[in-house]
């Protein structure tokens, strides 16, 4: 049976990488998904291998209007949402000594803004559908244990931790269908990692191989395996978890 079956879906950062993997597995699982990008060639081009179930929607998320613009869309397409995955986030390789102020500024408006204009505007529409709702924030294996490199990216990411948790809390007090949960990736082969690779100065192989070695099952993750812990905290087979975390991270995060 499909496990997101009558469900209504929408992703960000949805145009490649783990947003992308996200949004495939959901269609494919039975949801109607709306995919949330900021450049409009990479998410209309899923958007229509995904056929009549998906729909596509171009904006910052790290600007409210873009937000009320994508929740008003899902709401006259599909009429409810029951899924809202925070997927898209950025990533740039700089320690408290070179991080500049306006990296620093986009990693929060990016990483944690974004997240929380997604949850704020995404919440009356799913309180409104009576039915069980799942928000699913991306984090990040380094929120849980930080690398100097990565000053900002690792700070902004332990920021959606404390958010996701009081949006569990807030919606179980209140009685709301919704519950909200966080996937921690380690390291894992999208364009996003690229960048970082390229962002260390290092030859690309002997950056691939450094990140590779700080997971202890010896690899980088695929985008397929963080969809998959994001399908089970989408699915009505967590319907007793809220305010928890899983890592997909090989280990990282307990390294010796």
Known sequence: MAALKNKVALVTGAGKGMGEAIARLFVKEGAKVALFGRTAADVEKVTSSLGADAMSVTGDVSKRADWEKAIDAVKKKWGKLNVLVNCAGVSVHSSIED????NWRKHIAVNVDGVFY?????????????????????????????MGGFAAYSTSKAAVITLTKTIALHCASKGYPIRAN?????????????????????????AYNYFANIHPMGRLGKPEEVAQAVLWFASDASSFTTGSEVSVDGGSAIRE
């Open 118 to 146: 997604g949850c704020q505007t995404a919440i009356p529409l799913m309180k409104a559908s009576g039915e069980p709702c799942s928000i699913v924030n991306i984090g990040s294996a380094f929120s849980l244990r930080p």
């Open 182 to 206: 966080m996937v921690h990736p380690g390291g894992t082969e999208t364009p996003m990692l690229e960048q970082a690779l390229a962002d260390t100065g290092m030859p690309r192989q002997d």
């Open 99 to 102: 991080t500049t102020e306006d």
